[in-house]
């Protein structure tokens, strides 16, 4: 059974930091991209960041130079350090990744999402 759990959201004012984290749990698991999501109220779910398992990353225009995804190969984890936080930053933000069960096939996988509120 594959798991994945984000946790870091919280309440933060403008211009303050964050870093969510996306666990992937289970046995015998690669885990291949993983993406960062969110979703703000009322509008539709974004891609925000991506990292491959190579580290290559790639961002949004409207984080880009703020945001940083980053992963932790020894701990099956992807951080998403979110500097410079501005109101228009505030969703949920979701994890997915592909993920491999070995020796079956890769699956999409989604987090339950996290809170990321930026208010003053």
């Known amino acids: 059974q594959v798991q994945l759990a984000e946790s870091g959201g919280g309440l933060v004012q403008p211009g303050g930091s964050l870093r969510l984290a996306c666990a992937a749990s289970g046995t015998r698991i690669q885990i291949n991209f993983v993406n960062w999501y969110r979703q703000p109220p009322g509008q539709q779910r974004s891609l925000v960041a991506s990292?491959?398992?190579?580290?290559?990353?790639n961002y949004t225009d409207t984080v880009k130079g703020r945001f940083t995804i980053s992963r932790d190969h020894s701990k099956n984890v992807v951080y998403l350090q979110m500097n410079s936080l501005k109101p228009e930053d505030t969703a949920v933000y979701y994890c997915n990744a592909e993920i491999v069960v070995i020796p079956f096939r890769p699956r999409d996988y989604w987090g339950q999402g996290t809170q990321v509120t930026v208010s003053s």
């Open positions: 990292i491959t398992s190579s580290g290559i990353t």
